[in-house]
């Protein structure tokens, strides 16, 4: 394991790329869907934009065989995404918004499992929970900040325009990732699309908080379509307002990240899930009833402390429950059986709001019914569970090419 001065070198450095994917996804998540709303896109429209992360989530599958293989291949991939941005600048059409929000989280999907990884052979075990806590912390100031000016910048410039900037940041931030430095240089052995879902399911506790995040995550995607119709055609928002919401969120999940963290480290990922996703149903119910938007100013403090749990929550049970020599395989099948709930769940709600089968209420009491289903799942997951030693994967060795921690 690297020495103090080596660790905090390299969270120096993970702080600043975080802060680029907080800007990039601040507002490809807060604004675009906005953007997408007012430029007359309809409900199925918006389903496909809130898809996009997981279809990129399902292609993290093969993150093993075409995924980074060192930090430098790291820094480019993101970069890559965050380039993709730039695009919209020049054709800010629906289809194009589509194909850059998939190119923009395949970047991430695919990197993902590396840099869980990287995080196993750079800091200590005893500390993952509040160093996951400490960099989301940034990401999330970083997303604050950026859904207030973006929202200014778009009033005034356009849509289009202000995530392109955002684009620009995340390239910048990006370079930081080559910096970042284990024992060894040695790239990681490849691992397949099946043996990814192998390495998750063979472990029931993994398989069981999978499980409760389907129903829980399940039920904040299918909301995430009506939220611009909540915004728009509800209560006519501008975008200004929409980035006053877009930062209250941003702010609770910047407060909440190192808080989550520490309660990770000491009592557990799944205090965090558990606790932190009845936020989440909160979050849901309120904005099925919000009449105004005082209302969901409150929510989105809610929802951004609970999104802050289940990234740390998740990221922690999974270094937890894994050797580090199984942990990219573990995190790419995490992301790809989300992945393909993501892409289903995403067009549940807008799907029967285009057959006039629910209204926008409905749909989000609805998505709040599952979600709050997740949360009984995650209390009844039990740590106790043996879990079986998985068929051998390929003979996985760390970043410092010495045999794989447990």
Do not use: K
């Amino acid at each position: 394991m690297p020495g103090r001065r080596a660790v905090a070198r390299n969270l120096a450095l993970d702080l600043v790329a975080a802060v680029g994917i907080g800007v990039t996804a601040s507002l490809v998540t807060a604004l675009l869907p906005t953007i997408a709303r007012r430029s007359g896109v309809e409900p199925m429209g918006l389903a496909a934009l809130a898809a996009a992360p997981f279809l990129a989530n399902l292609l993290g599958a093969f993150a093993g065989r075409f995924g980074p293989r060192s930090t430098s291949q790291l820094a480019i991939i993101r970069g890559a995404g965050a380039t993709a941005l730039l695009i919209l600048f020049v054709l800010p059409t629906p289809a194009v918004m589509i194909g850059v929000v998939v190119a923009f989280w395949l970047s991430v999907s695919m990197t993902g499992p590396f840099h869980l990884r990287l995080w196993g052979a750079m800091y200590p075990r005893s500390v993952v929970g509040r160093v996951i806590g400490f960099i989301g912390m940034g990401r999330a100031a970083a997303g604050a900040l950026a859904a207030f000016v973006g929202g200014l910048i778009a009033d005034r410039v356009g849509g289009p325009g202000a995530v392109a900037l955002a684009g620009v940041v995340g390239i910048a931030c990006a370079l930081a990732y080559a910096g970042l430095r284990a024992s060894s240089n040695e790239p990681p052995p490849a691992f397949s699309p099946r043996e990814s879902v192998r390495a998750l399911r063979e472990r029931p506790v993994l398989s069981r908080v999978a499980l409760a995040q389907g129903f829980y995550g399940g039920g904040l995607i299918e909301a995430v379509p009506l939220y611009a119709l909540v915004h728009v055609d509800r209560l006519n928002l501008t975008l200004s307002d929409v980035g006053v919401v877009g930062i209250l969120a941003a702010t609770a999940t910047t407060i909440a990240f190192p808080l989550w963290g520490a309660v990770a480290d000491r009592h557990g990922a799944l205090v965090a899930l558990r606790t932190g996703s009845m936020l989440g149903v909160v979050s849901l119910a309120g904005y099925a009833l919000a009449p105004n938007v005082a209302v969901l100013w409150a929510m989105a403090l809610a929802l951004g402390a609970a999104n802050a749990s289940i990234d740390v929550g998740i990221a922690s049970i999974i270094s937890n429950e894994t050797t580090l020599a199984a942990r990219s395989a573990a995190m790419a099948g995490w992301n790809t059986v989300t992945g393909a709930r993501g892409i289903a769940a995403a067009f549940v709600m807008s799907g029967l709001l285009s057959l006039g089968l629910v209204n926008v209420t409905s749909g989000l009491v609805l998505c709040g019914v599952s979600a709050a289903i997740g949360v009984v799942l995650f209390v009844r997951v039990d740590l106790r569970t043996v879990d079986v030693d998985p068929a051998p994967l390929p003979a996985l060795t760390d970043v410092r090419g010495a045999t794989a921690l447990p």
